[in-house]
């Protein structure tokens, strides 16, 4: 059985310094996503929306996995992917105090042979299983992100925005401008690791200032 192993592969991607800030080229690749909303008021952990969100993500990507795994001719054996999300509010000010509702896209990369047609029979069989609003909200597309700075948090996450000052510092010493939505990716759980040990990926795109 071929075996993928997509993190080491796309190491450059989803495992940057955290004591400095690195210019990527993000290419494009098969995501399934899922869009939703924080209301003032409300945590990831509170929400039951966010909440379902993350369990239909996990739910389809698993049943892609043992899809893959099983299947008769060229069975391709992988690691499921890492949870990410795109955050932004609709003023366009990203302040972690502000009271407006947060707009997200969750969302979970893909092997390259992962085609619209197997995610579509993935959402079928957990259907079957599992019925649930979440997962009928789901979509499979093709992202791609260009251009962007990153680097790796260690902490909690209300401590981000240290981070992303250091992370507005590098920009602004280097000439680019933010474009599109922050871009987080969770390499720890917070219901097992201490919040001091949690290592968030924080992503930016970016443009060349004129």
Same mark, same amino acid.
């Given at each position: ?32 996503? @899922?869009?939703? #909303? +924080? ?8 929400? $039951?929306?966010?909440?379902? !969100?993350?369990? *239909? &993500?996990?739910? @389809?990507?698993? #049943? +892609? ?8 001719? $060229?069975?391709?054996?992988? !690691?499921?992917? *890492? &949870? ?24 979970? &990369? ?101």
């Amino acid at each position: 059985m071929e075996k993928i192993d997509l993190r080491r592969e796309l190491r450059y991607l989803y495992s940057p310094p955290s004591k400095s800030v690195v210019v990527i080229d993000v290419p494009a690749f098969n995501y399934v996503m @899922v869009d939703g #909303t +924080l209301h003032p008021g409300e945590t990831p952990e509170t929400s $039951n929306e966010f909440q379902q !969100s993350i369990g *239909a &993500l996990y739910g @389809v990507s698993y #049943t +892609l996995k043992f899809q893959a795994k099983l299947r008769k001719e $060229n069975p391709i054996n992988y !690691s499921v992917m *890492a &949870l990410e999300g795109l955050w932004w509010v609709e003023s366009g000010k990203f302040d972690f105090q502000t009271v407006e509702p947060w707009f997200y896209t969750l969302l979970m &990369l893909q092997p390259s042979f992962i085609t619209a047609e197997m995610y579509q029979e993935a959402v079928h069989q957990l259907m079957q299983k599992h019925p649930s609003p979440a997962v009928e909200c789901l979509r499979f597309e093709r992202f791609e992100e260009g251009l962007c700075v990153q680097t790796m948090h260690i902490g909690p996450y209300a401590d981000e925005p240290i981070t992303i000052q250091k992370m507005q510092d590098f920009m602004q010493a280097k000439g680019y401008s933010r474009r599109g939505k922050h871009h987080e990716i969770y390499l720890g759980d917070p219901r097992r690791a201490s919040p001091d040990k949690l290592k968030t990926v924080l992503r930016q795109p970016v443009e060349a200032v004129a």
